[in-house]
């Protein structure tokens, strides 16, 4: 079973950086892309990040770009989001998530199949 | 690539239909393969999103039939035939077209009637 657990959401002060971690399990972490996608409370959903499988490349959202960086690592497979200057809209539920399908299926890219139940940023003085 | 969705909120009487619809700014057919990269999500307080539909009308294991996602290129919709109690959540169409950027719509809240 696909397990993921995101930890490290905190209370920040504006200007101020964070570190998100994502634990990965039950599957073979380095054959699916991972996204980070954000929820700020009672708003919708925006996708803010992918990883390639082998992490070589990584795309992001015009709202964290040149502030954010998305990274992962194995032993022990997880997925990281570097937040830097933060702002007061960033505060949101951060959620990680796995690509549907492996990268060798084929398609190009794949929604998300598999989610943490989130952790909770906020950026408030 | 923007996505729009229609209505914002919805209240639809048990056993009836709800329609969601969903637009993108820009076609995201990907004719070579002839597959449409649109996905629907159901989110219930509380829980992160669930994944309904993908490619446009492929709906995941498990998922009732009375789901039904359809449309290409721009236009997009979302069905639920015969509505339950269990179906009241918000709904949300996401492109998948490129690794460049995916975008969700601005999500759909359903409830009865």
């Known amino acids: 079973e696909v397990h993921l657990v995101e930890s490290g959401g905190v209370v920040v002060q504006p200007g101020g950086s964070l570190r998100l971690s994502c634990a990965a399990s039950?599957?073979?972490?380095?054959?699916?892309?991972m996204h980070w996608v954000r929820q700020s409370p009672g708003r919708g959903l925006e996708w803010i990040s992918l990883?390639?499988?082998?992490?070589?490349?990584?795309y992001y959202a015009d709202s964290v770009k040149g502030r954010f960086r998305i990274s992962r690592e194995k032993s022990p497979n997880s997925l990281i989001l570097q937040m830097n200057s933060l702002r007061v809209e960033d505060s949101a539920f951060y959620y990680c998530?796995?690509?549907?399908?492996?990268?060798?299926?084929?398609?190009?890219?794949?929604?998300?199949?598999?989610w943490g139940q989130g952790t909770l940023v906020t950026v408030s003085s | 690539i923007v996505m729009t969705q229609s209505p914002d909120s919805l209240a639809v009487s048990l056993g009836e239909r709800a329609t969601i619809t969903c637009r993108s700014s820009?076609?995201?057919?990907?004719?070579?393969?002839?597959?449409?990269?649109l996905a629907w999500y159901q989110q219930k307080p509380g829980q992160p999103p669930k994944l309904l539909i993908s490619?446009?009308?492929v709906r995941e294991s498990g998922v009732p039939d009375r789901f039904r996602g359809s449309g290409s290129e721009t236009d997009f919709t979302l069905t639920i035939n015969s509505l339950q109690a269990e179906d009241v959540a918000l709904y949300y169409c996401?492109?998948?077209?490129?690794?460049?950027?995916?975008?969700f719509g601005q999500g759909t809240k359903l409830e009865i009637k």
């Open positions: 998530a796995r690509d549907k399908s492996p990268f060798h299926s084929g398609l190009g890219s794949y929604p998300m199949d598999s």
């Open positions: 039950g599957f073979t972490f380095e054959e699916y892309n």
């Open positions: 990883i390639s499988w082998d992490g070589h490349k990584s």
């Open positions: 820009q076609s995201i057919l990907y004719t070579p393969y002839n597959k449409n990269y």
């Open positions: 490619w446009a009308s």
């Open positions: 996401l492109q998948y077209y490129t690794t460049l950027g995916y975008s």
